[in-house]
């Protein structure tokens, strides 16, 4: 199988089902934005991380996916069955974010990003997840988008933040506060 297909040249490219979009498209934007997130994801994994991060953050990864497959499809024409988003995968990062917050001190200021790489990447891919959200959530406006996607978008960009924050408590890396500066 080739990677290239040259039919992409002009601008355009096909969505689950066949449908031809324009490149710049909502749901293309959307779902590589989320192809663009699942690559930050892949960085986090790459860290010096505990093994549980890691294997949670594979299985966001296959979320990832099964996302990107339900935002590439048309939802009029597509007739390929598209592995299930389900409720309980939100409900895992819920429980996860509430086992890493009894451990973590209580949050009493807003967090600047940064303190280590495996931080860092942490707080990139939250962005890059809230773009993904964004864009989903406007998709969702114009046409069929599995409520769901948008709710593990939202959980997943919280669970980033509080798994940021939990590795930096690990590492023993003071939070970098953000303490405004007001002038009188």
Not at 85 to 92: G, I, Y
Not at 138 to 154: G, P
Request: aromatic share 6%; with cysteine.
């Amino acid at each position: 199988m080739k990677i290239y297909t040259k039919t992409g040249d002009k601008g355009f490219t096909s969505l689950i089902g066949g449908t031809r979009v324009p490149k710049h498209h909502i749901r293309i934007e959307s779902y590589g934005t989320v192809d663009e997130l699942n690559s930050y994801i892949g960085l986090i994994r790459d860290q010096e991380i505990s093994q549980h991060d890691k294997d949670l953050l594979k299985e966001i990864q296959d979320r990832l996916f099964t996302i990107g497959s339900s935002l590439a499809a048309d939802p009029e024409r597509s007739k390929m069955i598209i592995p299930d988003l389900k409720l309980e995968d939100v409900e895992l990062l819920e429980r996860e974010m509430d086992n890493m917050n009894e451990i973590l001190p209580e949050l009493k200021h807003f967090i600047l990003p940064g303190g280590s790489t495996a931080i860092s990447f942490c707080h990139v891919a939250r962005c890059v997840c809230r773009r993904a959200e964004r864009l989903s959530v406007e998709l969702s406006t114009e046409s069929e988008v599995d409520d769901k996607v948008n709710i593990y978008l939202n959980r997943l960009s919280d669970y980033l933040f509080v798994l940021s924050r939990k590795i930096g408590y690990e590492l023993q890396i003071p939070e970098n506060q953000w303490i405004p500066r007001i002038t009188k």
